[in-house]
């Protein structure tokens, strides 16, 4: 297709104005043959639509990392953003695309863009997805456990109300804040609306406050329905306190915050209280008092 305009994107010089082309096209179907065709015969790899997308953003939208390599190869730019400030990376963890993430990151790929009101981070588009595998990729790689989207809070937020319990997991286990607050809301309010059990427990076992109030002055309990396990959990929850060792377990892992899986490792514990710290003895299983 040919260039309606020769000027300069305004977000980034990556090339000029145009409509959708055939790179586009071939990245987005998946076509890595026509891809490679058009690459070697001279097409623009940085080639941007209307809207800032780039050949790269389609292959990692429609989760094709063999395409996605091949545009690396050729000098796509790795973080280039879309007119909502969304880089590949951001698509390739919405799209779920693990192996679109590692190759990415290998090219240099920022893990924390910075965020505007339009985008979500590539953990939070992890989160909102639901792979926990791309979810660990991303902690691992360095992600910030409580960058803060205008939209959806912490990424743990976003992963409760979406009703991604892996994704839970993962984030808790990794040092995330089970108590971060968006207007007062924390995640377990979250877990509450969607009514998953195992998700209200895992919270809790983590540190979840149940009393805490939102900006409307409601407590989680409250954003469930009578007589459901949700409810019944919380009540729970609430009339019976957690174990002193339990309590004890959650101080650590909240001093140590998102150092917590690397510290504790080198503490020279028991193999036994190792694995309590690290909530290796059955994660969702809590102790109480009676």
Known sequence: ME???????????IGFWADRTTLH????????????QLVESGASVNMVTVDN?????????????????????????????????STPLCHACASGSLEC???????GAKVNPSLTALTASPLHEACIQGNPEVV??????GAKLEAFDVHFGPPLHIACAKGNVDCVKELLSAGANVNSVKFHETALHHAARVHMVEMIELL????????????LGRK??????AA????????????????????????VRMILGSRAPEVIGQLGLSHRIHSYLQYWDHPTSLQTDT
């Not at 993430?101 to 090219?107: R, S, V």
């Not at 660990?136 to 790689?141: G, H, P, T, Y």
């Not at 949700?230 to 309590?247: A, K």
């Open 136 to 141: 660990r990729l991303m902690i691992a790689s």
């Open 53 to 85: 997308i780039t050949p790269l953003h389609e292959a990692c939208i429609q989760a094709h990392p063999n395409c996605a390599r091949l545009l690396l190869e050729a000098g796509a730019q790795v973080d280039v953003r879309t007119i909502h400030g």
């Open 3 to 13: 260039v309606t305009a020769a000027r300069r994107s305004f977000l980034c010089d």
């Open 228 to 251: 459901t396990p949700s409810y019944t959990c919380l009540c729970f929850y609430e009339s019976n306190p957690l174990s002193l060792q339990q309590l004890c377990r959650i101080s």
């Open 25 to 36: 096209e071939a990245a987005s179907h998946g076509r890595a043959l026509q891809l490679k």
């Open 204 to 215: 809790v076992e983590f540190g979840a406050n149940v009393y805490a109030s939102d900006n």
């Open 101 to 107: 993430a590692k190759l990415l990151l290998k090219y």
């Open 220 to 225: 989680p309990v409250d954003y469930t329905t």
